[in-house]
């Protein structure tokens, strides 16, 4: 099973900050949370991950609780083009084991 | 440029034959995935492989087989096996860093 929970589904405006929960209340000490989104019928692309402290890329931020057992991915200013599937996952960065996906939130931007 | 590159983009099969998807990466990458996504649906792990020649069985194993006899190279056979094989494959590759770099994808339909 997943080890992360997050809504199926999303609306956000054109222009305003997109915020995608995710729970990973189990999430262990050594494990990194990512994040990935999939638009339509493409393999899905790596936005960003963190350990514990907010990261922040060109493409989003992350906010991580100081528990660890949440987090959210901001897309600061949505466009259409940011409709996908995006996906949080968890796990430990240096160990090539079982990934697991859970069904992601699908994030629709209306103009 | 460096990455994944899955083929045959689409295909097609009569019941009862074996096809098999190629994976190719040229990331240098020691760890390789194959998921499965059906339609609305998130990605179920298939198989994955940490190192060349040693693969384990993911979630929904039963009818596929894979190999893993170069590091560049993971094919994934789906056999007679499979019931409901049409869906849309996906194989990835993880960085050092624990980022997973996904393929383009191939669709399979079962005539």
């Known amino acids: 099973d997943a080890k992360t929970t997050q809504p199926p589904s999303m609306d956000c405006a054109e222009g305003r900050a997109a915020n995608l929960p995710c729970n990973h209340s189990t999430i262990s000490g050594n494990e990194y949370v990512y994040w990935y989104r999939q638009i339509h019928s493409q393999g899905p692309q790596y936005i960003i991950h963190?350990?514990?402290n907010n990261e922040t890329n060109e493409m989003a931020s992350l906010i991580i609780t100081e528990d660890r057992k949440s987090s959210t991915l901001i897309l600061p200013h949505a466009t259409l083009r940011d409709t996908a599937v995006y996906y949080c996952?968890?796990?430990?960065?240096?160990?090539?084991?079982?990934?697991?996906f859970g069904k992601g939130t699908r994030l629709h931007i209306l103009p | 440029d460096g990455g994944i590159t899955q083929s045959p983009k689409y295909l097609f099969r009569k019941e009862g034959q074996n096809v098999t998807l190629s994976c190719e990466q040229n990331?240098?990458?020691?760890?390789m995935y194959w998921y499965r996504q059906d339609p609305g649906q998130g990605l179920r792990l298939i198989y994955y492989?940490?190192?060349?020649?040693?693969?384990q069985k993911g979630d929904i194993a039963e009818g596929y087989s894979v190999s893993r006899e170069k590091k560049e190279s993971f094919p994934l056979t789906v056999t007679s096996a499979q019931k409901n094989p049409t869906a849309f494959y996906l194989c990835a590759s993880s960085s050092y860093t624990g980022e997973l770099f996904f393929g383009e994808g191939s669709r399979l339909t079962v005539l």
């Open positions: 492989s940490q190192i060349v020649n040693d693969f």
């Open positions: 963190g350990l514990k």
């Open positions: 990331l240098n990458h020691d760890a």
């Open positions: 996952i968890v796990r430990v960065r240096n160990r090539d084991d079982k990934i697991i």
